[in-house]
């Protein structure tokens, strides 16, 4: 399909409604297709369904009806997280339909450069750090994407003198053909959503979409430390911005003196840029960012090598570097009771998450963690587990997982909270055990490494309920 010349009087089905198909359907329908949205769930939990009837859009609630995918339809739009073994999805793939989400369109509707950001974590915390980096250069940031607002809520109201700064999962990527991001950055990559994708092979091969249409103009910035990211170099075409905190590039973004296994703390280690001339640019010691955490020092770096390749001016990047202090539910500091301080990191959905979490304090930590199981084994906790965790409160489908793994680190003190009807009482009863575990200088750390759907609607009504909880403490 000829993007978007062709919408005019096209037949475009939109599965699943939730913000970003309420605005691919408007998108499309002022673009002059013939729209269809439909979604699973009943009428009365569709509160969008009357606003997109009004503007002329037919609303099906309550399941995908039969023959709503056929020859007469040109695209299809589907949710990101809608599987690829629903029907109308395959359906729309045997008929030869092209198949996109979102993302797809809104690259095709807006006239402004795009920066776009994936990875298994760290995406939220990197693509709101630029938006501050930008900002702070003038250079008109507008960040949208899997963070909240989908893009095709701003993409036609965006100019080219903007830039769309994009989170971008792997579920969003997977369903892009023509996408082409003028910056791309690649983060890390975790074994995680295997459930969804089916094997690592086809998560990577959705993150690499990133760069597959890329030009020579355009900018890659990879994670020089990550040997995936590493073997996905030879899939970019442009120029190559890497960041690292083990070593000393000869472009890029890197920590000075390198992060090396059993180096001591260094309060003079440095965010450093070298350019293509081989000069150095001092931006801020590590010491004066923002946020705690290894692996915030990693998003910095990605942050700053995305601003510098969009023209940011270097000396405008140190104070929102500083100044930056993280977002709800990613190490998000909690409250301080009788002594111990409270950490909500809910975002942490995979078991890397929570490893490059524990890594942040030095102090003895009170972990809560479980939820969803997706077949981990959880052994990549361990190491973390064995130095600095005193104790852990489980929870959800994998606390017994956890606890074996809590066991074989020689954890003595090991809470397992049994499910009960009402999940968010299991939370706080969590809360109030790690509360009884920890003592003055404690740390109490609220990261799962669990997606959160077995017992919750969300990672951010996970968050919300540990955080009132150890409010009541």
């Not at 983060?187 to 979409?209: F, Q």
């Not at 770096?301 to 202090?325: D, H, K, T, V």
């Amino acid at each position: 399909m000829n993007h978007p010349h062709t919408y005019q009087d096209q037949q475009v089905v939109v599965l699943g409604l939730a913000k970003s198909g309420v605005q691919v359907a408007k998108a499309l329908h002022r673009a002059g297709a013939i729209v269809t949205a439909s979604d699973m769930k009943e009428r009365e939990q569709c509160p969008e369904a009357s606003e997109l009837e009004a503007l002329g859009i037919s609303v099906l609630c309550g399941g995908h009806p039969e023959g709503l995918i056929n020859s007469d339809i040109q695209l299809v739009v589907k949710n990101p997280g809608i599987p690829y073994t629903a029907p109308p999805v395959q359906q729309a793939l045997e008929l030869g339909i092209e198949l996109v989400t979102e993302v797809e369109v809104a690259y095709h509707l807006t006239k402004a450069p795009i920066i776009g950001i994936t990875g298994s974590n760290g995406k939220t915390t990197t693509t709101t750090w630029v938006g501050k980096l930008l900002e702070a250069s003038g250079l008109k940031p507008v960040v949208a994407g899997n963070i909240g607002t989908p893009m095709c809520e701003i993409a036609e109201e965006v100019t080219s003198d903007q830039w769309i700064v994009a989170e971008l999962s792997s579920f969003q990527l997977k369903g892009t053909t023509d996408f082409r991001p003028t910056i791309a950055c690649l983060l890390n990559v975790a074994e995680t959503h295997l459930d969804y994708h089916g094997s690592m092979e086809d998560y990577v091969t959705s993150k690499a979409r990133l760069f597959q249409n890329q030009r020579d103009t355009d900018a890659a910035v990879l994670n020089w430390d990550d040997p995936v990211c590493r073997e996905l170099i030879t899939h970019v075409r442009g120029r190559l911005l890497p960041f690292s905190r083990s070593e000393q590039l000869q472009e890029g973004v890197f920590v000075n003196p390198p992060y090396v296994d059993g180096a001591e703390d260094d309060l003079e280690r440095k965010v450093v840029y070298r350019d293509s001339t081989g000069q150095e640019h001092n931006i801020i010691k590590v010491s004066e960012l923002g946020i705690p955490g290894v692996f915030n020092v990693e998003n910095a770096l990605a942050a700053c090598a995305i601003a510098i390749a969009a023209g940011a001016r270097l000396e405008a990047l140190s104070e929102p570097l500083a100044s930056f202090r993280g977002v709800e539910h990613r190490l998000e500091f909690v409250a301080e009771k009788n002594g111990a301080v409270y950490y909500n990191n809910s975002k942490a959905t995979n078991s890397k998450a929570t490893l490059m979490s524990l890594t942040s304090f030095h102090q003895p930590v009170v972990l809560v963690a479980g939820g969803l199981d997706r077949g981990s084994d959880y052994m990549e906790l361990l190491p973390a587990l064995q130095e600095g965790v005193k104790g852990v409160v489980l929870l959800g489908e994998t606390r017994e997982k956890l606890a074996s793994v809590a066991k074989l680190a020689g954890i003595e003190r090991i809470e397992i909270v049994d499910n009960g009807e009402d999940a968010a009482s299991v939370l706080v009863t969590a809360v109030n055990r790690a509360a009884s575990l920890a003592t003055e200088g404690d740390v109490v750390l609220l990261s799962p490494a669990c997606a959160s759907w077995d017992m919750f609607q969300s990672y951010e009504e996970r968050g919300r309920i540990f955080k009132e909880a150890v409010h009541k403490l």
